[in-house]
């Protein structure tokens, strides 16, 4: 599949150094200042890498986050023309977003197919995500919308998933194993495990992850169709 990854992080973006990639590579900057922005620019600016995955990065900076939040200011729409263009061309578009509910997120909210909340089972991340939740209702999400992702399922936190659910007051609809010794040594590397270990139990949780995903995401299609 055809698959972008947008980090729209913007101030402390971190795919750029998890994926051993450089400060003079294109970013979200160069996206947003294209007055004549269109899939062919757009595909210029995307970063491949090796894995087959197309990147297009926060900005290099934290004071450069400033030209995409004032270009967003003035512009409203750019952002939809960015993501419009990356799902005319990739068959997913993920978009990584920094942990707060602003104008710049909540349009990346309002573009998004699906909002994804990555989350742990203990008791400040259960508080925040029930948070979230709350507030995403309010501003009248459809709850199908908005799913939640149990990052280190079989962590022991003292808190089991029918807790954590409860909590919740929702089932949660993803889950993705702990092996921190392998997601660490990715990181550090800038080399995914799913290239490096796929074999390996964090590998093949993520595996059964995304083909969940892809499954509902074309069921979803059919639905609409």
């Known amino acids: ?10 101030q402390f973006g971190d795919l750029r150094v998890f994926l051993d990639l450089g400060l003079d590579t294109a970013s979200i900057v160069n996206a947003v200042s294209e007055a004549d922005l269109d899939a062919d620019l757009l595909r210029k600016l995307m970063v491949r890498h090796r894995s087959g995955v197309d990147l297009l990065l926060a900005p290099p900076s934290p004071e450069s986050a400033d030209i995409v939040v004032e270009r967003q200011r003035q512009t409203p729409a750019v952002m939809a023309n960015i ?10 578009t993920l978009v990584d977003m920094s942990q707060a509910i602003d ?32 507030t995403m209702d309010s501003l ?17 936190t003292g808190i089991n998933i029918s807790n954590a659910e409860s909590a919740l007051g929702r089932k949660i609809d993803y889950q993705v194993i702990n ?8 990181l550090n590397s800038g080399e995914p495990f799913m290239s490096s270990r796929p074999e390996a139990p964090l ?6 992850l995304t083909t969940e995903l ?12």
């Open 103 to 134: 104008d710049f997120n909540l349009q990346l909210f309002d573009e998004s197919d699906v909002i994804f909340v990555v989350m742990t089972a203990d008791l400040s991340c259960l508080k925040n995500v029930r948070l979230v939740l709350e």
């Open 203 to 208: 590998g093949k949780s993520v595996l059964a």
């Open 83 to 92: 993501l419009a263009l990356a799902r005319r061309i990739y068959d997913f």
């Open 179 to 186: 092996e921190y010794r392998a997601a660490i040594s990715a």
């Open 1 to 10: 599949r055809r698959t972008a990854l947008v980090d729209a992080n913007l």
């Open 140 to 156: 009248g999400y459809e709850k199908n919308k908005v799913q939640l992702v149990l990052n280190r399922s079989n962590a022991y």
């Open 214 to 225: 892809e499954k509902d995401a074309i069921e979803a299609a059919s639905a609409l169709a």
